[in-house]
């Protein structure tokens, strides 16, 4: 509803309240009479935005991302919207406010983790952002509102020894197949379950990681990568019985959820770290590489990633990798003549003492 209001400097105001914000546009006149004709003007020249629910949209946004977004993302918003129904409740659109937002954001914290808070939050974003271009809302109340700050996290991949443990419990040798595929390509799980053999190229020994009619990449953005020796070799020994190269005995496609499923039980009868899952294949190749000296550079380009800052979080090392190149600086002291203090033993300490504060200190 829009109200007229007389400033100091004289003129009129049409003001408008929208989620609870006051909106200010100048009418240019001192004269009621003429405000008010501004004002009705105005009011009759912008159609009314349709009164949408939160449920009545979910069913058109779903419609949309199915021919324009990748399967996987289809399945974001549909939850993402069903959380914020469930959570907040299902009101007409433009009557969600940042506020609500907040409280969407903490409730959510309460059942799933921080990361997957993030996801749905600007899952719901791109969502109401949607809202907004087709005239449903003025403004989405998403943007007022930021994400969880998380500290970035290393990510989570296998050493050689609990990768030989995953492998060596695999009782399907064409799910093994699979999971040596995954840390040999580094390619996405949805890529790996919908890639065709029309996608790979033997002569240049290339695989074309590409969209299709029924799949898009999580960038939409087309990559190439070459072949090493093993994957080649298990191509060009692989049986064709359908389109897809990986697929059930039976020829029957594999989806993402049974695959990941199938992966986390041998996980779990292999009996490694519980945090390690499918997606720790693709992390596993890359570190490796950079482990063993390949330019991060280049490393980006194999995992498609959009921004070199996206790939830097595989150039950790661990402990063990740090210790060689500090040995220089061990040589380099051991230059210096001067003796060093002798350490004392348990022989060496008085045991009559009661306390000796002998517990851990951390370094300062």
């Known amino acids: 509803m829009a109200s007229l209001i007389r400033r100091a400097n004289g003129i009129y105001y049409v ?28 009011q009759q020249s912008v159609p009314e935005q349709p009164r949408l629910k939160l449920s009545q949209f ?55 983790s921080d990361v997957k808070v993030n996801i749905d939050f600007r899952t719901l974003r791109a969502a109401f952002s949607l809202a907004v271009r087709w005239g449903l809302i003025p403004e989405n109340p998403f943007k007022k509102c930021r994400q969880l700050r998380i500290p970035q996290r290393r990510p989570v991949y ?32 949805g890529e790996i379950v919908n890639l065709k053999w029309s996608s790979v190229d033997f002569d240049r020994k290339l695989i074309y990681v590409e969209n299709s009619a ?10 190439i990568l070459p072949m090493d020796p093993w994957t080649l070799q298990l191509l060009q020994c692989k049986e064709r019985t359908s389109d897809f190269i990986f697929t059930f005995p039976d020829a029957k496609r594999l989806t993402i959820g049974y695959v990941s499923s199938r992966f986390k039980k041998y996980v779990r009868k292999a009996a490694i770290r519980p945090d ?9 190749g890359a570190t490796w590489l950079v482990q063993n ?13 959009s ?21 220089r600086i061990s040589e380099v002291l051991g230059r210096d003549q001067s003796p060093l203090p002798e350490s004392p033993t348990v022989l060496e300490i008085d045991n009559s003492t009661e306390d000796i504060g002998l517990s851990p200190q951390r370094d300062s």
């Not at 914000?21 to 009621?32: A, D, L």
């Not at 050689?160 to 580094?186: C, H, L, N």
């Not at 921004?307 to 040995?327: C, G, K, W």
């Open 293 to 305: 000296a390949v330019p991060i550079y280049t490393v980006q380009q194999i995992l498609g990633h």
């Open 58 to 112: 979910q069913t058109q946004v779903l419609s949309y991302a199915k021919t324009n977004v990748a399967p996987s993302t289809v399945v974001l918003y549909g939850y993402a919207l069903r959380d914020l129904i469930r959570l907040v409740g299902d009101y007409y659109l433009n009557n969600y406010t940042p506020q609500m937002v907040e409280q969407f954001k903490v409730k959510r914290l309460e059942q799933v």
């Open 15 to 42: 003001v408008t309240t929208i989620n609870g914000r006051r909106s200010w546009r100048s009418t240019g006149s001192r004269n009621k009479p003429a405000a008010l004709k501004f004002l009705t003007t105005k």
């Open 158 to 189: 296998l050493t050689p020894d609990e990768y030989q443990k995953v492998v060596g419990v695999i009782d399907k040798d064409w799910f093994r197949d699979i999971v040596r595929f995954a840390v040999s390509t580094m390619m996405r799980l």
């Open 307 to 327: 921004s070199i800052q996206m790939t830097q979080v595989y150039s950790h090392l661990e402990a063990a990798d740090l210790r060689q190149p500090l040995l």
């Open 214 to 223: 029924d799949f898009r990449t999580k960038t939409r953005k087309s990559r």
């Open 276 to 284: 390690i899952h499918f997606h720790s294949l693709r992390h596993t």
